[in-house]
Structure formats: structure tokens, C-alpha cells
């Protein structure tokens, strides 16, 4: 038998034809003369109707919520049903009958995150993970329209790339190993042979905070490129973003609608960002009242009083040295600025992190001991330096960031489906 998509029906596809659907009971009402059920299929939620008398009433009647069935029916165009469409039913088939379901419409955001494994079935949950399936696809295409090349970078990890307080550490055998909290350092390896490097990878962090925008396992989108500067990078971040708010503007319409989300702000995402450095923004700050020094790093607070001032993605970029990682390429003329940048958004802030790295074999050193670090960790990534160094640059975006922006989430957790947080691990 060939089953429909709900979709197609709900398009109009198929009206007053005889098809056969699949799924689960999303809802039910019973009333004297009709039994109302809600079907959901991957593609969309379907009223289906059985009136008394019908051979398939008693099936329905004992239909539980997200039993998994198969009904036959006849497609009417009803402006009273959602999605404007029913179907009008002659035969159910109830493939696995379901036990009293525990999730029901006045359960708490918290008993939803306990559910997690059964709240993924939601229409909300449904549609958020596709976005976040589209968006992966969007950032594929960009890259493979600038050449670059997607690679696999190693979970497993000797050494720090971000500093030891967000490092998980874990027995490896009977070695000391970590989770990695970016791929970098590898993507810089890659560059050596191929240039134009990207990755979409998981990154972990030990992050004691719990906010709205802070997971301990993320999905990291990173990219890496020989012989650039930071106009390149700035350029490819903006590429990146603006391919991916454009795509999602055509290709996730329904999406953000029945989520409600705002996608016209998508729209106002085109390349060039405004740019402004850390010295200015540290004015702003000042001038809006707010009590920050020179040479703190930026907070919460402060990336989204900047970000409210844009209404729209940003660069800030020029950083102090000393509150960035030891990496980082710093200004010739002015060794206590690194050429760093992130991209901030409204509501959230950072989204982005990147610069230029630091190419000079001995200045690396130097920081690298300047930071406490130990040199023979970073022997392979001095040898980067010794053979054949180049100018280049790379950045990371946080995947679930960008979605919790995107589709104005109010805790990232939703952008994720499993999210692991400093209580939650579970299912
Ligand atoms: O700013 P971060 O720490 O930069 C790096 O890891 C660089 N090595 C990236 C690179 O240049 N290849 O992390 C980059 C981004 C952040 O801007 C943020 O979007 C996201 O990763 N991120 C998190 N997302 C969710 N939960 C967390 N705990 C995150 N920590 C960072
Ligand atoms: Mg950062």
C-alpha cells in the first residue's frame, strides 16, 4: 500500500481522493456522533473524522494517545479543521497500541526536559529539528561553494586548545585524555595539505554555568584557511551567515511560521556586518552607563546591550591579548591587541569566535609559556610552525546558538535534541 505524507494532503493535493495514511494519535474527542483524531506523521498534524455507525468506530474508540495506526479514508477540503483539510475515515489498523501517555497539555517545561525521549515527538520539537537539519545542509553548501574541504577531526585529545577550566577529563586507558572543546588546532594541521578546511563537530565544555546559552556538548561549525587575513575571515564568516539566514528565509517559511518565530530578521542579515573594535565597544558600554573597564572581558550583559544597539549580527573584533587564548595572532605594532573577532547577536551575543593565528614559531612560544602552559603538550602545533609556516585564520560557531538566535528559542536546550547541561544528561 502507499501511504500519503500528511503534507501532501494538507497541500491540496489530494482532495475528495481515497488515500491511506500513517502514524500516531497526536489527539483525540470523542463525541456522540464522531470521533475526532489528530494523526501526525513526520510531515505534518491531519484531522481524521469517524462518524457512528462506521466500521471503523470501534477501532477509534479505543485509540489511546500516540497509538501508532494506519487509517484509509476520503480527503475534504473543511475550513474548520486545522490545516484546512480532513479526512474523512472508513478503516483503521492500529499497529501498536499505546499505554496511558505521560505527557498531556499542563505539564511544566521541566517535566518536558525529564520526557525529553518522548517530547522529541512533539510538533514543536519536530519542526525545530528540522530547521537544525536544513541549517547543517545550508552550511555544507556554503562551504562547498568556496572549496573547501569537510574533515573529521578527533574527539579524544591530549591538550587544551581553550584553557583547562571548561576541559572534561577522562581516563583513556591509563593515560590522562580530555574531550575536545574545538577542533582548531586539528583544522590547522589539515590546512597544511589542504588549505580550506571545515568541520561540523560535537565540542564539550565543562561549563559550571547555567544560562540560557550554554550546553556542555554543542555542535561546533569550524573553519580553517591557509594563507589569509582577517578581511578573509571576516568575509567568509559574513558568507557563511548570510548564505544560511538566506536559504532559511526561503526554505523554512512554514517552519518559523507555526513556530511563530521572526523570520524577518533573517532578511536584514547581509554582508558587510558593521565591525567595530573592542575599544569602541567598550565606549558604548561606558557611555551607556554601564561598568566595565578596559582589558575585562565582555559578559552577558554587556555583548547584549552592544548586540541591542545593532538589531542584527556584528563584528567586534581587536580584543586585549591577555583575555584570549594563546593562539592568537597579535597586531605587529601593537603586541598587546589580538586579532580576534566575534560575531554577536541580539538577545544572545556571541555566536562566533575567530581571528588570525599566530604564525611566528618564537612569539608562540613565548606565549605559550607567558599563559603557564606547558611546551611539550604543544610540540606538534610548534611543528606547524617550524615547517612551512603561513598566515592564517579560522573561527567557530556554535550550531545551537545560532538556531536559539534564529528561531528566537529562549534557552538553547531546545535547539539541541539531547542536550547535556550541567543537571541534565539524561535521556
Ligand atoms: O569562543 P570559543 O570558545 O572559540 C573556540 O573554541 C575557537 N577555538 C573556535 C575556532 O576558532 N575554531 O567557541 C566558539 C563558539 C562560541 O562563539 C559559541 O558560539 C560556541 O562556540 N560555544 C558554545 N555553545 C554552547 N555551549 C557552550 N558552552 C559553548 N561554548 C562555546
Ligand atoms: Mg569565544
Given at each position: 500500500m502507499r501511504f500519503t505524507p500528511i503534507r501532501e494532503i494538507l497541500l491540496g493535493k489530494h482532495e475528495n481522493e481515497k488515500v491511506a495514511i500513517r502514524g500516531w494519535v497526536y489527539r483525540k474527542r470523542e463525541g456522540k456522533e464522531t470521533i475526532f483524531i489528530l494523526v501526525r506523521d513526520s510531515t505534518g498534524v491531519i484531522q481524521c473524522t469517524v462518524k457512528a455507525g462506521s466500521s471503523a468506530w470501534a477501532e477509534a474508540e479505543r485509540l489511546t494517545i500516540e497509538s501508532s495506526l494506519t487509517l484509509e479514508g476520503t480527503v475534504k477540503q473543511d475550513k474548520r479543521a486545522v490545516g484546512g483539510y480532513e479526512l474523512s475515515v472508513d478503516a483503521i489498523s492500529v499497529v501498536g497500541l499505546a499505554e496511558l501517555?505521560?505527557?498531556?497539555?499542563?505539564?511544566?517545561e521541566e517535566f518536558l526536559r525529564d520526557v525529553r525521549h518522548l517530547w522529541l515527538r512533539s510538533r514543536r520539537m519536530n519542526l525545530i529539528m528540522r530547521v537544525r537539519g536544513k541549517v547543517q545542509k545550508f552550511t555544507d553548501e556554503f562551504f562547498e561553494s568556496q572549496d573547501f574541504v569537510e574533515v573529521s577531526p578527533p574527539m579524544?585529545?591530549?591538550?587544551a586548545c581553550e584553557g583547562g577550566s571548561t576541559l572534561f577529563g577522562l581516563k583513556y586507558f591509563d593515560q590522562n585524555m580530555y574531550l575536545t572543546q574545538s577542533a582548531q588546532l586539528y583544522l590547522e594541521i589539515l590546512i597544511y595539505s589542504l588549505e580550506k578546511v571545515y568541520c561540523v563537530a560535537p565540542s564539550f565544555r565543562a561549563e559550571k554555568s547555567r544560562t540560557i546559552r550554554h550546553l556542555t556538548e554543542y555542535w561546533h561549525i569550524e573553519a580553517e584557511q591557509a594563507f589569509a587575513d582577517m578581511e578573509d575571515l571576516m568575509r567568509l564568516e559574513e558568507g557563511l551567515l548570510t548564505h544560511i539566514c538566506q536559504r532559511a528565509s526561503e526554505q523554512c517559511k512554514e517552519e518559523f511560521a507555526e513556530l511563530k518565530a521572526d523570520i524577518s530578521k533573517l532578511a536584514l542579515v547581509k554582508p558587510p556586518f558593521p565591525k567595530i573594535t573592542y575599544t569602541e565597544g567598550i565606549e558604548k558600554l561606558k557611555a551607556k552607563g554601564l561598568n566595565v573597564m578596559w582589558g575585562e572581558d565582555l559578559g552577558y550583559e554587556h555583548e547584549k546591550a552592544l548586540a541591542e544597539e545593532f538589531g542584527k549580527p556584528f563584528f567586534i573584533y581587536d580584543y586585549p591579548k591577555q583575555i584570549k587564548a594563546f593562539y592568537c595572532k597579535t597586531h605587529r605594532d601593537r603586541p598587546d591587541i589580538a586579532m580576534s573577532t566575534d560575531i554577536l547577536v541580539p538577545r544572545?551575543?556571541?555566536i562566533s569566535t575567530g581571528g588570525a593565528r599566530e604564525d611566528d614559531k618564537e612569539i608562540l612560544v613565548a606565549r605559550i609559556k607567558e599563559m603557564g602552559l606547558k611546551i611539550e603538550d604543544y610540540d606538534w602545533y610548534l611543528d606547524l610552525r617550524r615547517y612551512g609556516t603561513i598566515p592564517h585564520v579560522g573561527f567557530g560557531m556554535g550550531l545551537e546558538r545560532l538556531l536559539t538566535w534564529m528561531l528566537d528559542l529562549e534557552n538553547i536546550i531546545d535547539a539541541i535534541p539531547f542536550p547535556r547541561t550541567t543537571r541534565r544528561f539524561y535521556p
Open positions: 501517555f505521560p505527557i498531556s497539555k499542563d505539564k511544566s579524544f585529545i591530549t591538550s544572545i551575543g556571541e
